[in-house]
């Protein structure tokens, strides 16, 4: 499943009429900040030792001359099975690109990626801070699709598959559901990032 979910976003991010294309001349012209619940589907072999408990995403992104790029934190906690080892709360902070193609009606796919510093904290008094406080390079493949509800509002779903390059490394399925909000950048904000 995983090579048909990468071969749909490679796919999407080559072909196809893209949104993006239409605001690559008006970079920075406006700014979509997302706020969303993210249910971890599949935690690959940690699922053994430990079980995704809640989680959230949010980010805020802008048109750029070639897609879309944005600066967000993914937050989640992961509470133990087993006795003696400790629950982790993990933090990706990430920069992302994304580009879009606009299907019918208001609603819309993107495909792109996401790149940053996955960040563990052991709940373990034992540790030092230096060993309960882990950062590993990350890599999510997203997909996203996304309506309207009203102009500046949309409501939206994004599956991704993340991998954390720990030695053996972490291969994550996750899914979010959350809203956007979407409003034009003062002119000031415009001068300052062209």
Same mark, same amino acid.
């Given at each position: 499943?995983?090579?048909?979910?990468?071969?749909?976003?490679?796919? +999407?991010?080559?072909?196809?009429?893209?949104?993006?294309?239409? $605001?690559?001349?008006?970079?920075?012209?406006? /700014? &979509?900040?997302?706020?969303?619940?993210?249910?971890?589907?599949?935690?690959? !072999?940690?699922?053994?030792?430990?079980?995704? %408990?809640?989680?959230?995403?949010?980010?805020?992104?802008?048109?750029?001359?070639? %897609?879309?790029?944005?600066?967000?934190?993914?937050?989640?906690?992961?509470?133990?099975?087993?006795?003696?080892?400790? !629950? /982790?709360?993990?933090?990706?902070?990430? +920069?992302?690109?994304?580009?879009?193609?606009? +299907?019918?009606?208001?609603?819309?796919?993107?495909?792109?990626? $996401?790149? %940053?510093?996955?960040?563990?904290?052991?709940? !373990?008094?034992?540790? &030092?801070?230096?060993?309960?406080?882990?950062?590993?390079?990350?890599?999510?493949?997203?997909?996203?699709?996304?309506?309207?509800?009203?102009?500046?509002?949309?409501?939206?779903?994004?599956?991704?598959?993340?991998?954390?390059?720990?030695? $053996?490394?972490?291969?994550? /399925?996750?899914?979010?559901?959350?809203?956007?909000? &979407?409003?034009?950048?003062?002119?000031?904000?415009? !001068?300052?990032?062209?």
């Amino acid at each position: 499943m995983r090579n048909y979910f990468f071969a749909i976003v490679v796919i +999407l991010i080559i072909t196809g009429h893209y949104h993006a294309q239409e $605001k690559s001349t008006n970079a920075f012209s406006e /700014f &979509t900040i997302e706020a969303g619940y993210t249910n971890n589907l599949s935690s690959g !072999d940690i699922e053994e030792y430990w079980e995704s %408990g809640n989680a959230a995403a949010f980010s805020i992104s802008t048109p750029f001359y070639f %897609g879309t790029v944005g600066i967000g934190i993914d937050a989640s906690i992961f509470e133990s099975k087993l006795k003696g080892r400790p !629950d /982790f709360k993990t933090f990706f902070i990430n +920069l992302s690109w994304m580009k879009g193609i606009r +299907l019918l009606g208001f609603s819309q796919l993107n495909a792109g990626v $996401k790149v %940053g510093s996955y960040n563990m904290l052991f709940d !373990d008094n034992n540790l &030092t801070e230096f060993e309960s406080n882990e950062s590993e390079l990350a890599v999510s493949a997203i997909a996203q699709y996304d309506t309207e509800v009203v102009e500046e509002l949309r409501i939206y779903l994004r599956p991704e598959f993340l991998t954390v390059f720990t030695n $053996k490394r972490l291969k994550l /399925f996750i899914i979010t559901a959350g809203l956007s909000y &979407t409003f034009n950048s003062p002119q000031w904000i415009r !001068d300052i990032l062209e």
